[in-house]
């Protein structure tokens, strides 16, 4: 990782995209100094270019800069897949072996230009050990922030095993059954350190398995300790319930009708449909080992979801985005985490620097750094992309590193064309997750 947070980076010339929605537009200079953007706009008179001992200066010519990309919905450290050489049972590793491997994931993720990422549920405490050795400066990674595992009742997703086996402690999920149960577990990953709780309801939406009370005396916990809520919430009973209880933000959403998005609206919360998960699901699950019956459900749900995110525009709903890279073999690191802002322009109308504002600005919101992240303008965090194709033109540039320039995070210069020395082996079985 090459650094240049002691002296003052200069970007000169290239076309602003300032990820609040605002109209791209020729810039002159950005300077930053240590971790923050200090001015946008003229080159402040007191820094000398020619100072090469103080200043270094990057030439943005024919390029288009934009703020970090954020990924609010990737999954680091889950116990799965099973990789070939690693002795493992009931499907997962042991802790420390997950947690070196998350740190090999966030690296990835961070090359693709990703430098803040919202992690809804881990295995242990892994994403909150990463995302603090990644704050030390112990490894190379995005920005995390963070929940613990789901909190699960019994038939929600996760719940995969027999009661009589229970939900191992490799799970993503953790059991809590009634309102007490629920309360413990909220202030257990409270004291952990997690940045928000994630609850999950069923897989696909076919039955909703937390009650409205429950989501509410949950919410009232979290929000007494300043963490924040989410849920996978795909059915249409328990996003309308989600958004009564007052939650943060909705994931999914799927099945989420006109009178639910009313309520959604009415509440004032954000929807991350994640329909990348969907959308890569139905063009390769067959490859892996997904059954035909699930993938009819994914059509379903893809089908229902379009309409969805059409409506949650024309209501004005703030949408955030995020893709499930990590959830499986299927979703692969470092490809994926600029997909869903490509759904966004093609399937709900949204214009392409709507769809980037959606991933940076609306985004920081889940991180909580809404002031510091996502907008590129005086004063914030440093997190930096130049490009060498206009995502205007074609949103799909953003998508998998492949017009990759520069990466800056926190003021620093990002080695994103770091070559990966292995290429870790993958089995395709696994649970099926969503
Ligand atoms: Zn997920």
Redesign the pocket.
């Known amino acids: 990782m090459a650094s240049h947070n002691t002296k003052t980076l200069v970007i000169r010339h290239g076309t602003l995209i300032d990820g609040a929605g605002h109209p791209a537009i020729a810039n002159d200079t950005i300077v930053v100094e240590g971790n923050r953007i200090r001015s946008i706009g003229r080159l402040p008179e007191d820094i000398r270019l020619d100072d090469q001992d103080t200043v270094h200066v990057i030439d943005a010519t024919g390029h288009w800069i934009m703020p970090g990309l954020i990924d609010g919905?990737c999954?680091l450290s889950f116990g799965f897949p099973q990789m070939g050489p690693v002795p493992s049972a009931r499907g997962t590793t042991n802790p420390g072996f997950s947690a070196l491997r998350a740190a090999r994931n966030a690296q990835q993720v961070l090359r693709s230009g990703v430098t803040s990422l919202a992690v809804?549920?881990g295995t242990w405490f892994i994403d909150v050990a990463l995302r603090d050795a990644i704050a030390a400066g112990v490894l190379a990674g995005p920005r995390i922030a963070c929940a613990g595992n789901f909190i699960v009742t019994y038939g929600s997703i996760i719940d995969n095993e027999p009661s009589w086996v229970g939900t191992p402690e490799h799970a993503l999920g953790v059991l809590a059954n009634n309102v007490d149960e629920m309360i413990t577990e909220v202030r257990r990953q409270c004291k952990n350190g997690v940045d928000f709780i994630k609850l999950a309801d069923s897989t696909w939406g076919d039955t909703q398995t937390i009650a409205p009370e429950e989501l509410a005396a949950i919410a009232q916990e979290a929000h007494r300790r300043q963490v924040r809520v989410t849920i996978?919430s795909r059915g249409a009973g328990s996003t309308r319930a989600a958004a009564e209880a007052g939650l943060d933000w909705i994931m999914h959403a799927d099945l989420a009708t006109a009178e639910e998005l009313d309520v959604v609206a009415e509440a004032g919360i954000p929807l991350m449909p994640t329909m990348t998960f969907l959308q890569r699901a139905l063009e390769v699950g067959h490859e892996f080992e997904r059954g035909s019956g699930e993938l009819d459900l994914i059509k379903r749900n893809w089908d229902s979801a379009v309409g969805m995110l059409e409506r949650a525009r024309t209501l004005g709903i703030t949408i955030l985005c995020g893709t499930?890279s990590g959830?499986s073999p299927m979703m692969p690191y470092g490809q994926l985490h600029a997909h869903e802002p490509e759904i966004l322009v093609c399937y709900g109308g949204y214009t392409p620097l709507e769809a980037i504002a959606a991933c940076t600005r609306n985004n920081a919101f889940v991180m909580g750094l809404e002031h510091d992240v996502g907008v590129l303008e005086a004063g914030r965090l440093a997190d930096i992309l130049l490009l060498d194709s206009d995502p205007l033109a074609d949103i799909r540039v953003l998508q998998g590193g492949q017009h990759l320039a520069m990466v800056i995070k926190d003021g620093r210069v990002v080695d994103h064309n770091g070559a990966e020395e292995t290429e870790p082996a993958l089995a395709l079985q696994m649970p099926a997750l969503a």
């Open positions: 919905h999954h809804p549920g996978h499930n959830n």
